[in-house]
């Protein structure tokens, strides 16, 4: 049944929501602490000894991805537009088959730690120098302080908290056990924090189908286009051409070369798992849409009158779409369940974070200042380096009242201009032993002096109401974000290519195993960081067998899912 308005402001905790939340906490600790006594190399802290399973190591890559941005984001983006936004969702499921299939095996073969220092040994120094800078000062300034931000959104307007006290809390309880207890105890936190976090969303979109009069009464209440995925070309936000052919470069940006999430497959235990690994969390991916953006278009069609509509039609509110549901919907006990859930995402999420800034410092810097640092010099350092993330989180406490909705959808669309050149250097540098080290930092330079100047633009634009008149310029600013990506991959790797095809051809002995033309090549040991090469059992023909048959199954599954919402 629609509702005119919403009950209540915010909802009031219970002894049994208090509890739930309470147990959820110790149950977190006393993972944390476990894996404290057990680290003590830089493979234990840092990679987990190197011996998890698929099913942790799937849902870790879940939970570091999904945070507390995702209930607000991605509902809000249901309430103002329908499920189109979901694409981003299911194109993982599809960019994560690519990380376990043509990734890992490199990853795993070339025995490095860290993303940079596979670029190191692909390109140069240099590039791995920019690749770590870059990825660290985006892991600050946007990773973290969006996820504050959600988390302030949702705590202050669902139970009252104050949202300054609640981030301090919330950071430094996550830094507590990242810094105890390294890679492992974040993998093994993920995995009760993903059962949480699913059942909490699931129940709560349940509960709203209910009230709504399901599928049927939903879509009476929310307009048509709201269930249509595919959009024009034209499309001011997803549009087709924008989706299928720029979204999977900031896909492959962040699922298949970004630290936080890579550093949780080279923890698997051998190939087999670390791709099937990939196709859990693909599985896991799935969900979103329904448990998450499915709810923005509840709470639209449920309290239309809690929504401020544009001009234009489209609504301007959208990231009360979820709160609202939590305050109105779920009675005692359920909401310290959905707590402990939002809980769960923002310290899954930030945790990730602090880990894997913590091991770009630790390997790709201070390892390079002191390459005679023992295992325990390196762990402590890594401790440090989590800590000085943990105070760097809390500095952005006092700021997030300033971060604006408009803001959050900025710092969210950095990783358009940011991922572009690093997608091509790692995409044609594993298909193509004849670039260089010029070609990719030349690249990566010009990559982020594009992106630099459409994000100045942007800022410069709206500061100034619109006004820049340029034509070239109104196009720079105006053209969708993804066609921009699109834009920016294209010249980047042409930049690649022609610069290498102009300086002298790489050593083809340092690239053993670094590309496919060379994957079955002797490595040269010299090249290696560590004395002693990791060499993961491979995958046996059982495992090869299943992985096939679950990913054709995802495949399947998802296009199906395309097919049915188009």
């Given at each position: 049944?629609?509702?005119?308005?919403?009950h209540?402001?915010?909802?009031?905790?219970?002894?049994?929501d208090?509890?739930?939340i309470?147990?959820?906490?110790?149950?977190?600790?006393?993972?944390?602490?476990?894996?404290?006594?057990?680290?003590?190399?830089?493979?234990?802290?840092f990679?987990?000894?190197?011996?998890?399973?698929?099913?942790?190591?799937?849902?870790?890559?879940?939970?570091?991805?999904?945070?507390?941005?995702?209930f607000?984001?991605?509902?809000?983006?249901?309430?103002?537009?329908?499920?189109?936004?979901?694409?981003f969702?299911?194109?993982?499921?599809?960019?994560?088959?690519?990380?376990?299939?043509?990734?890992?095996?490199?990853?795993?073969?070339?025995?490095?730690?860290?993303?940079?220092?596979?670029?190191?040994?692909?390109f140069?120094?240099?590039?791995?120098?920019?690749?770590?800078?870059?990825?660290?000062?985006?892991?600050?300034?946007?990773?973290?302080?969006?996820?504050?931000?959600?988390?302030?959104?949702?705590?202050?307007?669902?139970?009252?908290?104050?949202?300054?006290?609640?981030?301090?809390?919330?950071?430094?309880?996550?830094?507590?056990?990242?810094?105890?207890?390294?890679?492992?105890?974040?993998?093994?936190?993920?995995?009760?924090?993903?059962?949480?976090?699913?059942?909490?969303?699931?129940?709560?979109?349940?509960?709203?189908?209910?009230?709504v009069g399901?599928f049927?009464?939903?879509?009476?209440?929310?307009?048509?286009?709201?269930?249509?995925?595919?959009?024009?070309?034209?499309?001011p936000?997803f549009?087709?051409?924008?989706?299928?052919?720029?979204?999977?470069?900031?896909?492959?940006?962040?699922?298949?070369?970004?630290?936080?999430?890579?550093?949780?497959?080279?923890?698997?235990?051998?190939?087999?798992?670390?791709?099937?690994?990939?196709?859990?969390?693909?599985?896991?991916?799935?969900?979103?849409?329904?448990m998450?953006?499915?709810?923005?278009?509840?709470?639209?069609?449920?309290?239309?009158?809690?929504?401020h509509?544009?001009?234009?039609?489209?609504?301007?509110?959208?990231?009360?779409?979820?709160?609202?549901?939590?305050?109105?919907?779920?009675?005692?006990?359920l909401?310290?369940?959905?707590?402990?859930?939002l809980?769960?995402?923002?310290?899954?999420?930030?945790?990730?974070?602090?880990?894997?800034?913590?091991?770009?410092?630790?390997?790709?810097?201070?390892?390079?200042?002191?390459?005679?640092?023992?295992?325990?010099?390196?762990?402590?350092?890594?401790?440090?380096?989590?800590?000085?993330?943990?105070?760097?989180?809390?500095?952005?406490?006092?700021?997030?009242h300033?971060?604006?909705?408009?803001?959050?959808?900025?710092?969210?669309?950095?990783?358009?201009?940011?991922?572009?050149?690093?997608?091509?250097?790692?995409?044609?540098?594993?298909?193509?032993?004849?670039?260089?080290?010029?070609?990719?930092?030349?690249?990566?330079?010009?990559?982020?002096?594009?992106g630099?100047?459409?994000?100045?633009?942007?800022?410069?634009?709206?500061?100034?109401?619109?006004?820049?008149?340029?034509?070239?310029?109104?196009?720079?600013?105006?053209?969708?974000?993804?066609?921009?990506?699109?834009?920016?991959?294209?010249?980047?790797?042409?930049?690649?290519?022609?610069?290498?095809?102009?300086?002298?051809?790489?050593?083809?002995?340092?690239l053993?195993?670094?590309?496919?033309a060379?994957?079955?090549?002797?490595?040269?040991?010299?090249?290696?960081?560590?004395?002693?090469?990791?060499?993961?059992?491979?995958?046996?023909?059982?495992?090869?067998?299943?992985?096939?048959?679950?990913?054709l199954?995802?495949?399947?599954?998802?296009?199906?899912?395309?097919?049915?919402?188009?």
């Amino acid at each position: 049944m629609v509702q005119s308005a919403a009950h209540f402001t915010h909802k009031s905790l219970t002894g049994i929501d208090i509890a739930i939340i309470v147990v959820y906490f110790i149950v977190i600790f006393a993972i944390g602490f476990y894996f404290a006594r057990k680290e003590r190399t830089s493979t234990d802290y840092f990679l987990a000894s190197r011996s998890v399973g698929w099913f942790a190591i799937g849902a870790s890559l879940f939970v570091s991805n999904i945070s507390t941005e995702h209930f607000i984001g991605l509902a809000g983006s249901g309430a103002t537009s329908g499920l189109a936004v979901g694409h981003f969702e299911w194109l993982a499921c599809l960019i994560l088959l690519i990380l376990g299939w043509v990734f890992v095996p490199f990853y795993l073969r070339s025995n490095v730690f860290t993303m940079p220092e596979f670029l190191e040994r692909r390109f140069s120094r240099s590039c791995a120098v920019y690749l770590a800078s870059i990825s660290i000062i985006a892991y600050v300034f946007t990773k973290i302080s969006v996820h504050l931000y959600a988390a302030a959104i949702v705590l202050e307007r669902v139970v009252g908290w104050n949202a300054l006290q609640a981030a301090v809390v919330l950071v430094i309880a996550t830094g507590i056990y990242t810094i105890a207890g390294g890679l492992a105890a974040v993998i093994y936190t993920d995995l009760v924090q993903t059962i949480i976090l699913i059942i909490g969303a699931v129940i709560l979109t349940l509960i709203g189908l209910h009230d709504v009069g399901g599928f049927a009464g939903l879509r009476a209440h929310v307009p048509a286009n709201y269930f249509h995925m595919i959009k024009s070309a034209t499309d001011p936000e997803f549009p087709w051409t924008g989706i299928f052919f720029g979204a999977p470069i900031l896909g492959i940006w962040y699922w298949c070369t970004d630290q936080v999430i890579v550093q949780r497959v080279l923890s698997a235990k051998d190939e087999g798992h670390a791709k099937a690994a990939t196709i859990f969390a693909g599985f896991l991916k799935i969900l979103p849409v329904f448990m998450l953006v499915l709810p923005g278009l509840i709470a639209f069609a449920l309290y239309p009158d809690m929504f401020h509509i544009g001009a234009n039609g489209q609504v301007l509110n959208g990231d009360i779409a979820y709160p609202t549901l939590i305050i109105n919907l779920l009675p005692t006990g359920l909401v310290g369940l959905m707590i402990a859930a939002l809980l769960a995402a923002l310290m899954g999420a930030m945790s990730s974070v602090f880990n894997s800034a913590s091991t770009l410092v630790t390997l790709d810097f201070y390892k390079k200042i002191k390459p005679d640092a023992s295992e325990r010099q390196l762990v402590r350092f890594g401790r440090v380096m989590t800590g000085v993330m943990v105070l760097l989180g809390l500095a952005w406490v006092p700021f997030i009242h300033l971060i604006s909705s408009q803001l959050y959808i900025y710092l969210q669309s950095v990783q358009a201009y940011i991922s572009p050149p690093i997608t091509s250097c790692f995409i044609l540098g594993i298909l193509w032993p004849r670039l260089n080290a010029q070609g990719a930092i030349s690249s990566l330079l010009t990559g982020f002096v594009l992106g630099a100047v459409r994000f100045v633009l942007e800022i410069m634009d709206r500061a100034a109401g619109g006004r820049f008149e340029n034509p070239a310029i109104r196009w720079l600013i105006d053209i969708n974000f993804l066609h921009y990506a699109i834009l920016m991959f294209v010249i980047c790797s042409l930049v690649l290519v022609v610069v290498s095809l102009m300086t002298p051809a790489p050593d083809r002995k340092k690239l053993a195993g670094l590309t496919f033309a060379t994957v079955d090549e002797k490595m040269d040991l010299t090249q290696v960081a560590r004395p002693v090469v990791y060499k993961p059992a491979a995958e046996t023909a059982m495992e090869h067998r299943l992985n096939v048959v679950f990913s054709l199954a995802l495949l399947s599954t998802v296009v199906g899912l395309w097919i049915y919402f188009r």
